[in-house]
């Protein structure tokens, strides 16, 4: 069964310019989570969808938003880039359960310069 | 106070040895539990749920005390290939956001 995939793997950008990152959850996943590592701290949760609708959005600018697909893949869009926004960036997915095990995809690591 | 707290480690212990991480959360609505591991600049990886009774898969041995609020996760005849950072993660519920500790880094000595 293939795992949670991300795209790009790295992300180059310059200030003010915007990003947009790729998530496809494991087959039969239907909520999507994207969090924020930034180097040296620990995961901050960012937002959560499920079935094409946000429920649930982090401590983060309105800059940070996203969207999700039918076919349930997301993206995460950063509006005007600023140099803290350099971070890994990990999509998780899980089946709906009350339980809530969730499963990474490899990052994409975002770079603004 | 943080969400959820880990022992600061590092952890560093020699092969086969036994090594214990302690967790405490403050959210007494937290519903679900989880360790992870997390290898240098590589994704969270699900090690265990942590379950009321406590589980155990091989190794590794997973305890919750819900009135101390208090998660542990006991690893036993450790290996190279345990060296790692131990994400303790709690999720409140119907928020699904999970909450990370700092992690406990764990290098284990040939």
């Known amino acids: 069964e293939a795992g949670v995939t991300q795209s790009p793997t790295h992300l180059i950008k310059t200030r003010g310019q915007q990003a947009t990152l790729r998530c496809s959850p494991i087959s039969g996943h239907t909520s999507v989570y994207w969090y924020q590592q930034a180097l040296g701290l620990g995961l901050q949760f960012l937002l959560w969808y499920d079935e094409g609708e946000e429920r649930n959005r982090g401590n983060f600018p309105p800059r940070f938003s996203g969207r999700q697909f039918p076919n349930y893949s997301s993206e995460l869009n950063v509006n005007a880039l600023e140099l803290e926004d350099s971070a890994l960036y990990l999509c998780?997915?899980?089946?709906?359960?009350?339980?809530?095990?969730?499963?990474f995809g490899p990052g994409t690591r975002l770079t603004v310069l | 106070r943080k969400e959820v707290e880990q022992d600061p480690g590092p952890f560093n212990v020699p092969e086969g040895a036994t090594v214990a991480f302690n967790c405490t959360y403050s959210?007494?609505?937290?519903?679900?539990f989880f360790w992870y591991r997390q290898d240098c600049r590589k994704e969270p990886k699900l090690l265990m749920s942590v379950y009321s009774s406590g589980n155990e898969d091989g190794r590794f041995t997973a305890q919750l005390n819900r009135a101390s609020q208090y998660i542990s996760l006991l690893i036993r005849d450790s290996k190279l290939s345990d060296s790692a950072t131990y994400l303790c993660?709690?999720?409140?519920?119907?928020?699904?956001?999970?909450?990370f500790g700092s992690g406990t880094q764990l290098t284990v000595l040939p």
């Open positions: 998780a997915s899980s089946w709906d359960s009350s339980y809530n095990e969730q499963f």
């Open positions: 959210n007494s609505a937290s519903q679900s």
């Open positions: 993660v709690v999720n409140a519920g119907s928020a699904r956001q999970l909450t």
